[in-house]
């Protein structure tokens, strides 16, 4: 028998012993300031990864690591693709489960990935942070609820409500700046979709304003 030589990759992740997203902030009663943090840190990962020319295609909550209580990470790139110089989108060609509540609409109709699609996802993941992962908010639960069921007629269904501009709903207590940035990840166009450095500098302005709030709470308190 001759022996053959297997190459195989190895992908070598930081260990972070506090979980994604999804299992710490139903845990932990943050404010929104917080979750902004979260969410800017999220966006600035992602341009790096842009930059790289590189798709992640499974942003979601899940996918998001805990360092510490001011620091998170993307992580899980199973599904990422690299978009070649002068290309703009990726088509899946292969079969297998996908997270398509989480998923474009271009990537439900034609398989067609591409950096605005993320962008639609991170709108998803952002909704996640601002019902802090309740799994009664979840983005599956949501669409259920639409009257989308699970099986094989799921993508149409999710499609034809899509198609009917049917977005997840403003999450409570979430400004109504951030719900407008949400609306414009999920836009129908990808070329009207922001990208994620402008994401991160708008999330930055809104929660330095939160951040603000309590100290002037407590200036006023002291000038009485």
Not at 105 to 119: A, G, M, R, T, Y
Not at 145 to 155: F, I, N, P, Y
Not at 189 to 213: D, N
Request: aromatic share 10%; hydrophobic share 35%.
């Amino acid at each position: 028998i001759q022996d053959i030589n297997i190459y195989m990759k190895t992908l070598i992740m930081e260990y972070l012993p506090l979980g994604s997203l999804r299992e710490y902030l139903p845990k932990h009663r943050l404010g929104i300031a917080q979750n902004l943090l979260f969410a800017q840190q999220i966006c600035q990962g992602m341009d790096y990864l842009h930059s790289k020319r590189y798709i992640h295609r499974d942003l979601a909550a899940r996918n998001v690591l805990v360092e510490n209580e001011g620091v998170v990470k993307i992580g899980d790139f199973g599904l990422t693709k690299y978009i070649p110089e002068g290309e703009i989108y990726y088509r899946v060609r292969e079969d297998g489960d996908s997270p398509v509540f989480w998923y474009a609409i271009e990537c439900l109709k034609e398989s067609k990935f591409s950096f605005s699609s993320d962008v639609w996802s991170f709108g998803v993941t952002l909704y996640e942070i601002l019902t802090r992962c309740d799994h009664r908010q979840s983005p599956p639960t949501v669409r259920q609820m639409m009257g989308v069921v699970q099986g094989q007629m799921t993508v149409m269904k999710l499609i034809n409500l899509l198609e009917k501009h049917r977005r997840l709903p403003c999450p409570r207590d979430c400004p109504h700046e951030v719900y407008m940035l949400m609306e414009q990840c999920w836009d129908f166009s990808p070329a009207q979709r922001p990208e994620f450095r402008g994401l991160a500098e708008s999330l930055e302005e809104i929660r330095r304003s939160y951040e603000q709030q309590p100290t002037v709470r407590l200036a006023q308190i002291n000038h009485r």
